[in-house]
């Protein structure tokens, strides 16, 4: 049996589209949604981010503002410019690219993003709304993942979904979001022992690794009919790669993602949602969890 490609892109236009309605609603009222974008030193990979970003962006409507600044930007500096954009009105979210460079504390300038305006979701504020189950603003690339199965309609209740991540952007949240839906979950990572075995237990596995040539997500790691969301990039061979070994994974899988056009375009949309919900709140308007 072969498992169904669960199609990224696809799902991303249909968040896309009702976002698009949704800009449109607000701007009928005045509002113009706006999301202030902040580049700091000259990693290429990250300003092609913050580039594909704005574009989607302009796609649906929403104002961009771009803050690109130099590698030797301060600490001092940075938490001005997000201090400013805190108060700007007419900015309703603030995407502080990451990494960082060296010199830069992520947790001190994350911590200074007004809460309302976090469109990634990771000021301590809302990563504790998260783990309380009351967040409105969610990290993109997890609330991207749990669009996933809802548009499926891939139950989770009781399911054993191993995570492999436990960074702040993905694993974390990812845990906390699965819980909500009555997930059995484990988070693994890299002094997990037996991964292997763990995997093979699971009902769903995560796998957001990223680095192909230490790690990949093989055939033999997954049960039958288990549902695998391939959330690692990496270049294999000069090409984009995820962790999961897909043509073979897909024979063994009930639903599987690729790489390219799984879980990327899904993290993307998400900050557009998450853009226009900030402006919402913003403007005092209910928004829907
Ligand atoms: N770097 C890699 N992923 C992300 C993300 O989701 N948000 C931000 N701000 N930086 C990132």
Redesign the pocket.
């Given at each position: 049996m072969t498992g169904q490609k669960i199609d990224g892109i696809a799902v991303a236009n249909s968040v896309k589209d009702r976002v698009r309605a949704a800009v449109a609603e607000l701007k009928k009222e005045g509002i113009e949604p706006c999301l202030a974008t902040v580049l700091v030193g000259d990693d290429q990979a990250?300003a092609s981010?913050v580039t594909s970003k704005q574009k989607d962006c302009a796609e649906v409507g929403i104002a961009t503002k771009d803050h690109r600044l130099p590698q030797t930007f301060s600490q001092k500096e940075l938490e001005s410019l997000i201090d400013l954009l805190n108060n700007d009105n007419t900015v309703h979210g603030i995407?502080?690219?990451?990494?960082l460079p060296k010199q830069l504390d992520e947790f001190g300038v994350i911590t200074k993003i007004s809460p309302i305006k976090d469109v990634?979701g990771l000021t301590p504020y809302n990563m504790g709304l998260l783990a309380s189950g009351r967040a409105l603003l969610k990290?993109?690339?997890p609330s991207g993942i749990m669009e996933l199965f809802d548009f499926y309609k891939i139950d989770i209740s009781g399911k054993h979904v191993v995570i492999i991540n436990r960074s702040n952007?993905v694993g974390k949240p990812l845990y906390h979001l699965m819980l909500e839906k009555n997930a059995t979950v484990t988070t693994c990572h890299s002094k997990t022992r037996d991964l292997k075995s763990l995997c093979l237990g699971a009902d769903i596995v995560v796998s957001a690794v990223g680095n192909r040539s230490r790690f990949t997500l093989t055939q033999d790691m997954v049960k039958e009919g288990a549902v695998v969301i391939d959330v690692g990039t990496s270049r294999l061979d000069g090409k984009l790669a995820g962790d999961v070994d897909y043509d073979n994974v897909i024979k063994k899988a009930s639903y599987a993602t690729p790489v390219p056009g799984g879980v990327g375009p899904m993290?993307r949309a998400m900050l557009l949602k998450n853009t226009v919900t900030a402006t919402s709140i913003s403007k005092g308007i209910g928004t829907q969890r």
């Amino acid at each position: 049996m072969t498992g169904q490609k669960i199609d990224g892109i696809a799902v991303a236009n249909s968040v896309k589209d009702r976002v698009r309605a949704a800009v449109a609603e607000l701007k009928k009222e005045g509002i113009e949604p706006c999301l202030a974008t902040v580049l700091v030193g000259d990693d290429q990979a990250s300003a092609s981010y913050v580039t594909s970003k704005q574009k989607d962006c302009a796609e649906v409507g929403i104002a961009t503002k771009d803050h690109r600044l130099p590698q030797t930007f301060s600490q001092k500096e940075l938490e001005s410019l997000i201090d400013l954009l805190n108060n700007d009105n007419t900015v309703h979210g603030i995407l502080v690219q990451l990494p960082l460079p060296k010199q830069l504390d992520e947790f001190g300038v994350i911590t200074k993003i007004s809460p309302i305006k976090d469109v990634d979701g990771l000021t301590p504020y809302n990563m504790g709304l998260l783990a309380s189950g009351r967040a409105l603003l969610k990290p993109c690339t997890p609330s991207g993942i749990m669009e996933l199965f809802d548009f499926y309609k891939i139950d989770i209740s009781g399911k054993h979904v191993v995570i492999i991540n436990r960074s702040n952007l993905v694993g974390k949240p990812l845990y906390h979001l699965m819980l909500e839906k009555n997930a059995t979950v484990t988070t693994c990572h890299s002094k997990t022992r037996d991964l292997k075995s763990l995997c093979l237990g699971a009902d769903i596995v995560v796998s957001a690794v990223g680095n192909r040539s230490r790690f990949t997500l093989t055939q033999d790691m997954v049960k039958e009919g288990a549902v695998v969301i391939d959330v690692g990039t990496s270049r294999l061979d000069g090409k984009l790669a995820g962790d999961v070994d897909y043509d073979n994974v897909i024979k063994k899988a009930s639903y599987a993602t690729p790489v390219p056009g799984g879980v990327g375009p899904m993290t993307r949309a998400m900050l557009l949602k998450n853009t226009v919900t900030a402006t919402s709140i913003s403007k005092g308007i209910g928004t829907q969890r």
